[in-house]
């Protein structure tokens, strides 16, 4: 694990109590390709990067989201992209113009979940699968590929 993820500030330090209701996820970007335009991907099966030039700080922004976010957020098109502008740190007006100029990569993704629960049932840890490089079939298990 890195230092990063155990100093985010952002984040409160999990309690004790509260692993037993945790849900690890990992989500492997795959199939990454420039959009046509900013209308050139699909709700709830594309993750998006945007990249452009703030028009006024004359800096680069760019800024992601994974394939769920717009449909978890019942956004459209334009509302996600309008999003990922600002995430990507830009306040100023958004408009048709701004859109046209951003370069859009669309991927997918391939999920993988594991409850606190059945974590601990493999015994809390999955260093015997990564030394051994997967299952005793060789084939890489669930929990390795969580955790690798």
Same mark, same amino acid.
């Given at each position: 694990?890195?230092?990063?993820?155990?100093?985010?500030?952002?984040?409160?330090? !999990?309690?004790?109590?509260?692993? &037993?209701?945790?849900? +690890?996820?990992? /989500?492997?970007?795959?199939?990454? =390709?420039? %959009?046509?335009?900013?209308?050139?991907?699909?709700?709830?099966?594309?993750?998006? !990067?945007?990249?452009?030039?703030? &028009?006024?700080?004359? +800096?680069?922004? /760019?800024?992601?989201?994974?394939? =769920?976010? %717009?449909?978890?957020?019942?956004?459209?098109?334009?509302?996600?992209?309008?999003?990922?502008?600002?995430?990507?740190?830009?306040?100023?007006?958004?408009?048709?113009?701004?859109?046209?100029?951003?370069?859009?990569?669309?991927?997918?993704?391939?999920?993988?979940?594991?409850?606190?629960?059945?974590?601990?049932?493999?015994?809390?840890?999955?260093?015997?699968?990564?030394?051994?490089?997967?299952?005793?079939?060789?084939?890489?298990?669930?929990?390795?590929?969580?955790?690798?």
């Amino acid at each position: 694990m890195s230092c990063s993820a155990l100093r985010d500030s952002r984040f409160a330090p !999990i309690a004790a109590r509260e692993l &037993p209701h945790l849900t +690890c996820g990992v /989500s492997l970007l795959r199939e990454f =390709e420039e %959009a046509r335009g900013w209308e050139d991907w699909e709700v709830g099966t594309h993750g998006l !990067i945007i990249e452009f030039t703030d &028009p006024r700080m004359r +800096c680069r922004r /760019s800024a992601t989201f994974l394939p =769920e976010v %717009a449909g978890e957020q019942g956004w459209d098109r334009q509302q996600t992209i309008d999003s990922l502008i600002r995430k990507a740190g830009y306040d100023g007006r958004v408009d048709d113009a701004l859109r046209r100029s951003l370069k859009v990569t669309r991927y997918q993704s391939s999920k993988a979940k594991i409850s606190y629960h059945d974590y601990a049932a493999h015994g809390g840890s999955c260093r015997d699968e990564e030394r051994a490089g997967g299952a005793a079939d060789g084939a890489p298990s669930e929990a390795a590929t969580v955790y690798a």
